[in-house]
């Protein structure tokens, strides 16, 4: 499996936080598949920076990527999203939408693809249906609009930009790179803080 991380600038770090850690670090994945392989994907190959200041170069340029059943591409938030200059790869997510991928896509990111009129015939959510409305003149799917954290909706996930964490368990639930138990009790010691989760954790990965 591939994680596609489209990486610009702006990017807010937090909204990726929970996930990618994980997807990465490994440590809570089933132990009989092989750790998914992370590609940064970028509009081109010049570095970008963060909100929180990181420096990031992306491994590929979108009119590198090729996704295969399975794959996950990872669309975080980012002021970034609203100068019009990432059409390259909300053309790439039209074109992939309805094949066998997962497509994630939080707080920014969803601004753009409704815009782009890639929300208007399935639910979703993302920041706040007023504000979608009057950012994207090109949005007509109020129909479809959830006034959720999350939305999981056949292969797209969308959250708004204070929901991180839904975020990150919707991704690994619909991806199944932890087992359910697993990731019920990570999910709930980071939601509730509670210690039980932890040792819960603890003993489902003996």
């Given at each position: 499996?591939?994680?596609f991380?489209?990486v ?5 770090d937090w909204?990726i936080?929970?996930?990618m850690?994980?997807i990465?670090?490994g440590?809570?994945l089933k132990?009989?598949?092989e750790?998914?392989k992370?590609v940064?994907?970028g509009?081109?190959?010049?570095p970008?920076?963060t909100?929180?200041?990181?420096e990031i170069?992306?491994?590929i340029g979108v009119?590198?990527?090729?996704m295969?059943k ?6 975080p938030g980012?002021d970034a999203?609203l100068?019009g200059?990432n059409?390259?790869i909300?053309n790439?997510?039209k074109d ?19 815009n782009?009129?890639l ?7 993302s ?10 003149p090109?949005y007509?799917?109020?129909k ?5 954290p999350?939305?999981?909706e056949?292969n797209l996930?969308?959250a708004?930009?204070?929901a991180?964490l839904?975020f ?15 990731v019920?009790?990570?999910?709930n ?6 210690g039980?989760?932890?040792?819960e ?6």
């Open positions: 499996m591939n994680v991380l489209y610009l600038d702006t990017l807010a909204e936080g929970f996930l850690p994980e990465n670090g440590r809570y132990k009989n598949i750790k998914p992370i940064k994907v509009k081109n190959l010049n970008i920076k909100m929180g200041g990181i170069t992306p491994d009119q590198k990527m090729e295969h399975d794959d996950l591409l990872i669309l980012a999203w100068n200059n059409d390259e909300l790439f997510v992939n939408i309805e094949k066998n991928v997962t497509i994630a896509a939080i707080c920014g990111a969803t601004i753009a693809m409704a782009y009129g929300l208007d015939g399935i639910k979703h959510t920041n706040n249906l007023g504000f979608l409305k009057m950012a994207c090109n007509k799917g109020e479809n609009y959830c006034d959720q999350v939305v999981s056949n996930i969308t708004t930009g204070i991180p839904e990150a368990y919707e991704v690994i639930k619909k991806t199944n790179i932890m087992e359910n138990g697993v019920e009790a990570w999910y010691l980071y939601k509730t803080k509670e039980k989760y932890f040792l954790l603890m003993e489902l990965l003996k």
